[in-house]
């Protein structure tokens, strides 16, 4: 890197490391204004590694205003000294520690070369504690925000709001960009497709804390249709409008006004600006800004206009989405089959559909009853993530069932049936597939069998009563719709009493932050602690202790029993 002499040019740093600049925090900026270094003391004073900060964007990861939101681009002096190309320093400055808590500072930023020639920056800054009087002066200075900050905070509601399909999400970043940016408190009554009111988020800034109002929320009486209160006239779409506890003095006009009265009792409001939170055929709810700390700041309700409309957006993109979630997943949980009654065995099966945020996929599973007595038990996943995976699904397992039920061959022939039909006759492109029979002998017969073939997934894991796992690699044969099997291969275990036969999707065993073994070895050791217990309670226990927190699939399990 290149130290930065007096003049703003530079010399050559001497080789043998960073430059050690003591007492103060040194980050090194690239071209993008990505931080490539830190020094010791900067690692200190934020409480972070150089790891976690190297090739973040320094303005994003640390800069913030007095109350910890990230400051609009446009108005941050650092970045403008940055772009500027020229020595800037800055009396007052918040950067976010990595417990989340801000450090007041004062910084110099000042251009410089990077160790590969290229242009860059380099911020030296020291904490800074505000002396008396200073934060309450810094409020009583405050000004209305300019066109320009107008602007760049509805870009940033826009940015933020937009960017996840969550409606809980999305209220807790829309209160945490108005609060106390704008407002002490912010309410946000939402109206539900059937049209019922409820008291989403009541927030509250306090002491450096957004601390949220549980006791405040819940349901609200229905909107009046005659009431010529503010809160009613928002809830119908009419213009924003200012009240204060005196509005809601008089005789109420309807049980919202109650709860309203009741709203600014609880809250200590003096002043508080309410606007619809308009949809795009209907109102979707009601933004109200509150100020009770400083009642004289009124709220700008064009500005809260703006930030109303673009939540609205957010909002009903995020209701659209979760609708067709719901119905995608509602067709999905249908199409799974209802388990056959065997006396020979016990089975369970459970079905989790993909996190939050993720859509839903083609993972399946299913067990009959064949001509022959034996029980037919399958489990897959067609690859996709959307509703075409759960259709192409559907369409397999049932042409698996057609051929299964009409021909009496083993499993490793009637999946080379389907694999034919999948790649001429339906539009699913590839699926993993174990297919097997269970033959029992019922609960007094002589023993159980399973045997099974594999068409590119995941090996079944059986588990005895003592707790011993063993993973069933039989041969693995390629996907079904690849094209590729020449004569798929059967393979054969004896069920001893007791055990525990256990069919899984990859959404169980697989993490971005782990390798598929690990995965594997989890599950066996899980399973195995687990042998002994109901079946039920075999199969949600190992969900909920071997599913990867990071794992965005859906999983299937089929679990089969012995009795003894």
Known sequence: MTVPSGDGHGGRQPSGGPTQVHGAGMLLLDDQARIVEVNPEAERMLGLRAAELLGDDAHDRLHRDQHGHTTPRSSCPALRAYHSGRPAQGERGWYECGDGTLLPVRWLITPCRTADGAEGAMILFHEHAPGAGEDEREAEDEEPLSELDRLALLAEVTTTLTSTLDVH?????????????????????????????????VVHYEDGDLV?????????????????????????????TLAGPETYQGPPDAGIAVAQRKLFEATGMRSAAIAPIPGVREVLGALTLGQAERPERVADLSLLEDIARRAGLALENARLYQRQRRVTETMQRHLLPQLPHEPGLQMTARYVAAPEGSEVGGDWYDAFLLPDDAVAV????????????????????????????SYEEPPSAIIDRLDQAVRNMTEASLATLIFGRIESGGEDGPGCRVSWTNAGHPPPLLVTHDGTPHFLDSTVDPLIGAGLADGRQDASVELPPLCTLLFYTDGLIESRSHALSEGLERLSEHAAALARRPLDTFCDLLLSRVRPDDNDDDVALLAVRRPG
């Open 378 to 405: 399958a489990i897959g996943d067609v690859v996709g993530h959307d509703a075409d995976a759960a259709a192409a699904m559907a369409q397999v397992r049932n042409m698996l069932r057609a051929y299964a039920w």
């Open 169 to 201: 999400e999305a209220l807790r970043r829309l209160t945490r960009l108005v609060v106390p940016r704008l407002a002490d408190w912010a309410v946000i009554d939402l109206i539900s497709e059937r049209d019922e009111v409820w008291r989403a988020s």
């Open 212 to 240: 949220v109002r549980h006791d405040l929320q819940g349901p609200m009486p229905p909107i009046p249709q005659e009431s010529v209160m503010p809160l009613s006239r928002a809830l119908r779409g009419a213009a924003s």
